[in-house]
């Protein structure tokens, strides 16, 4: 039973996965050894990359859990904007993306979400979206003195694009949570300046980084697989 679960991903994407958790655990090592919520939320949103990689709605359920977790990490720190866009965007989203995913599987395989293509009505409705949602944000974080606030409004901005895309099943959705995860890296790194176990925080987003550009090429691949 248990191989053939671990047949379900290739080679390549368990080296990935064990990779980037060893990566994640020697860097709480050497820079926090305290915060076990932070290493906690680190291994369980790299796992959920993995699956989402694979279009698998599973991948979703950990991104919910992943963002209850990250919510309070960045509480602890004033990114307020973290906090309010993962607890009161990205988990409700995923939400959503999980029943879109459960509602188009392909071919009826539960396992595999069915990858769509996005329409001119799809593009206006983000942008238009995407814009509402930053310009509402920005005031929100700084009334309440958010840390680092342009930064934090980017990461507004760019985390509802990638999960706007995830929602409508576009493979391009790992390409807005790669540019999400640039910004996040910048921000945890300002935060590095003034307590070093962040830098844990800042492998763990290198760590996604990586993952969502893995994740991009995976779903390109599905796309082509699913259109033949």
């Known amino acids: ?45 790299v796992t959920s990359l993995i699956f989402c990689a694979k279009g698998n709605p599973f991948g979703q359920v950990l991104v919910v859990i992943f963002s209850i977790f990250y919510g309070i990490i ?37 396992s595999e979400v069915k990858v769509n293509r996005l329409k001119a009505g799809d593009i206006i409705i983000m942008i238009f979206l995407t814009a509402v949602v930053t ?8 009334g309440l003195h958010t840390a680092n606030i342009i930064p934090s409004t980017i990461s507004v901005m760019t985390s509802f694009i990638a999960i706007f895309l995830t929602f409508r099943r576009s493979p391009f959705y790992a390409i807005g949570y790669a540019v999400n995860d ?3 890296i910048i921000m945890w790194i300002l935060a590095s300046f003034s307590n070093i176990s962040y830098i844990s925080v800042v492998v763990c987003f290198v760590i996604f980084l990586v993952n969502d550009i893995y994740g991009f090429i995976s779903w390109r691949k599905m796309q082509k697989r699913q259109e033949i």
Do not use: H
């Open 74 to 110: 960045s509480f602890g720190f004033t990114y307020y904007g973290e906090m309010i866009t993962y607890l009161g965007m990205t988990a409700p989203m995923a939400v959503f993306s999980l029943v879109s995913w459960l509602k188009n599987p392909y071919n009826g395989n539960k």
């Open 1 to 45: 039973m248990m191989l053939k679960k671990l047949s379900y991903f290739t080679k390549a994407e368990l080296m990935l996965w064990f990779i980037s958790v060893t990566a994640i655990v020697v860097s709480f090592l050497i820079f926090d050894r305290e915060n076990f919520l932070t290493l906690i939320a680190s291994l369980i949103g």
């Open 135 to 142: 310009l509402i944000f920005y005031f929100i974080l700084s």
């Open 182 to 184: 640039i910004i996040l």
